[in-house]
């Protein structure tokens, strides 16, 4: 049984430039949360998807968007980058059980590390 | 708002030595706490959890009990190993109206822990 994947594993941009992350969740999942973690920081929530529909988000500008297809995978798109974007992207896969709440346990994938020049 | 405090590392010690990294946590309501590690280049893992005051999560020797008069979920093992070397953090979900998870977790900054044999 896979786990959550992400791609790719690492990635090099210059500031400006765009951005996109992949993430497939677990097999059986269908939700996914994004999390930033900085260096040598905890992960900060980004936004959750369900239905393909984003249902929550944190404290990010809208410069961060994203995306779920039918299939329950995820994208991550970051414009406009800057350098303080530079960090490990982590996606986390769940299955809702009533409306969107996502009970508990959240499976996180290995990260997407991002660095912007 | 809503936060999770935690011991700042690094913290070393010697193989079977015991170990504590404290955790505090501030939020409204009741949350559900986790303890979260990391090894080396990969993603998040779940080691524990407690979704109601007094739960004691554990796994693999590690343990931690919620205590909602402390507001504290402090992480405990007797007898470390090489193997536990690893960054740990500790993070806490709200509870929707329902009794679910609100799905996003609030993390702390991590405390790396290396074990010396």
């Known amino acids: 049984d896979a786990g959550v994947t992400q791609s790719p594993t690492h990635l090099i941009k210059t500031r400006g430039q765009q951005v996109t992350l992949r993430c497939s969740p677990k097999s059986g999942h269908d939700t996914v949360c994004w999390y930033q973690q900085a260096l040598g920081q905890g992960p900060q929530f980004i936004f959750q998807y369900y239905e393909e529909e984003e249902r929550q988000r944190g404290n990010f500008p809208d410069r961060f968007s994203g995306h779920q297809f039918p299939n329950y995978s995820s994208e991550l798109n970051v414009n406009a980058l800057l350098l303080g974007d530079s960090a490990l992207y982590l996606c986390?896969?769940?299955?809702?059980?009533?409306?969107?709440?996502?009970?508990?346990?959240?499976?996180f994938g290995p990260g997407t590390r991002l660095t912007v020049l | 708002g809503d936060s999770v405090t935690q011991m700042e590392g690094p913290v070393t010690l010697s193989e079977e030595a015991f170990l504590t990294i404290n955790c505090t946590y501030t939020?409204?309501?009741?949350?559900?706490l986790f303890w979260y590690v990391q090894y080396p280049g990969e993603g998040l893992q779940l080691l524990l959890k407690a979704t109601k005051a007094d739960d004691k999560g554990s796994n693999k020797g590690f343990e931690a009990t919620y205590r909602k008069e402390t507001t504290s979920f402090h992480l405990e093992k007797g007898s470390v190993q090489v193997s536990d070397s690893a960054v740990y953090f500790c993070a806490l979900s709200l509870k929707a109206p329902d009794g679910g998870s609100q799905g996003n977790l609030i993390f702390g900054k991590g405390t790396k822990l290396s074990v010396k044999p």
């Open positions: 939020a409204t309501g009741y949350p559900s």
């Open positions: 986390a896969s769940s299955l809702a059980v009533t409306s969107g709440r996502v009970y508990n346990e959240q499976f």
